[in-house]
T-cell receptor, first 118, second 110 residues
Framework: GAVVSQHPSRVICKSGTSVKIECRSL??????MFWYRQFPKQSLMLMAT?????????EQGVEKDKFLINHASLTLSTLTVTSAHPEDSSFYIC??????????????FGPGTRLLVL | GDSVTQMEGPVTLSEEAFLTINCTYT??????LFWYVQYPGEGLQLLLK?????DKGSNKGFEATYRKETTSFHLEKGSVQVSDSAVYFC?????????FGKGNQVVVIP
């Protein structure tokens, strides 16, 4: 089946530094990738949608200069949390849509990245 | 926008017990409905889905029926196993994105 990986699985950083999270589709071409954030005991909240080769579309309330998303290839999207602060600590999850499938609803999820900002 | 609501709190039950997790949806039309499962340390996996009213999705012994009259999509399994311990998310598709419920932690005790 379709596999999506994320790297790193967890990261601890100091306040003020930037952190990059990678999301890769391993065996399919992901024309669209989604980035979610999940707080403890909360739902997954969509942060942004990125289409390969174009700018990401951010959800209301998500700072695009804070959360930089790059989707430069059909198998890789990156999320960079710039100047991270403790309130950015969260679980970040990506998902990818297979461009070869007609159904838009089908998404494959990565295992998530746990970010802790000290 | 379209949304789903899951019952509050974790669910703890014994092996071979009957499992029900409630999910209700709010939508302007009749969106597709999903149940996703997240096993410890893994990503979300699609468990089952239904695309229209009265559809029943089923997989791995789990079932959920899309009920228009009660706007519900409750997840059921007749006899759970320890390996079913996971977090279960109800979701709906609308406005080109998935909207998730809060999730329910299910713990099955041997």
């Amino acid at each position: 089946g379709a596999v999506v990986s994320q790297h790193p699985s967890r990261v601890i950083c100091k306040s003020g530094t930037s952190v990059k999270i990678e999301c890769r589709s391993l065996d399919f071409q992901a024309t669209t990738m989604f980035w979610y954030r999940q707080f403890p005991k909360q739902s997954l909240m969509l942060m942004a949608t990125s289409n390969e080769g174009s700018k990401a579309t951010y959800e209301q309330g998500v700072e695009k200069d804070k959360f930089l998303i790059n989707h430069a290839s059909l198998t890789l999207s990156t999320l960079t949390v710039t100047s991270a602060h403790p309130e950015d600590s969260s679980f970040y999850i990506c998902s990818a849509r297979d461009g070869g499938q007609v159904e838009q609803e089908t998404q494959y999820f990565g295992p998530g990245t746990r970010l802790l900002v000290l | 926008g379209d949304s789903v609501t899951q019952m509050e709190g974790p669910v703890t039950l014994s092996e071979e017990a009957f499992l029900t997790i409630n999910c209700t949806y709010t939508a302007t039309g009749y969106p597709s409905l999903f149940w996703y499962v997240q096993y410890p340390g893994e990503g979300l996996q699609l468990l089952l889905k239904a695309t229209k009213a009265d559809d029943k999705g089923s997989n791995k012994g789990f079932e959920a029926t899309y009920r228009k009259e009660t706007t519900s999509f409750h997840l059921e399994k007749g006899s759970v196993q320890v390996s079913d311990s996971a977090v279960y998310f109800c979701a709906t598709w609308g406005n080109n994105r998935l909207a998730f419920g809060k999730g329910n932690q299910v713990v099955v005790i041997p």
